[in-house]
């Protein structure tokens, strides 16, 4: 199991299958339409195709979905150098709306800045897509807690 080029080495040889496993049973991601397109250790990409009904008055992607898949990139990437043997939750966030998310596709790209044992700091970019061009339209930094020991399916 060799390190990501970012340098980190995840804890599980099995990273990737059970990062898109939990993903896979994330209700919210089905809702939306999301992709989980890229899953390397301390790294997620989602993706999101325009749809209307996920856009606020002007017809720009609303925040909350910016947010969504900003948060959810950022969860993954940290989760994808934890144990096996754990879960993932984000206990911070703040995001910066930097352009309007005009465009026919967002991608989140989730990076891992600082692992930790217990606290994971991850930074997000969001870019919107039009025409094959992307622009930076969020940034987002967020910390993530390891939740050692504990199993990442469903409660009940």
Do not use: W
């Not at 299958?17 to 992709?35: E, Q, T």
């Amino acid at each position: 199991m060799g390190a990501d080029m970012n340098g980190f080495q995840p804890a599980d040889e099995d990273f990737e299958a059970r990062v898109r496993a939990s993903y896979a049973r994330m209700p919210v991601m089905a809702l939306i339409g999301a992709d989980l397109t890229v899953v390397r250790p301390g790294h997620v990409e989602i993706e999101l195709p325009y749809r209307r009904d996920l856009c606020q008055q002007h017809g720009f992607f609303h925040a909350g979905m910016v947010s969504t898949i900003a948060d959810t990139a950022g969860g993954y990437a940290a989760y994808s150098l934890f144990a096996a043997e754990s879960a993932v939750l984000a206990v911070e966030f703040k995001i910066n709306l930097m352009s309007p998310a005009a465009g026919d596709r967002l991608r989140a790209v989730g990076r891992v800045l600082k692992p930790g044992r217990t606290l994971t700091v991850c930074e997000i970019d969001v870019f919107a897509s039009r025409d094959g061009a992307e622009k930076l339209c969020a940034r987002m930094q967020q910390t993530c807690i390891q939740l050692a020991g504990r199993d990442d399916l469903p409660a009940g």
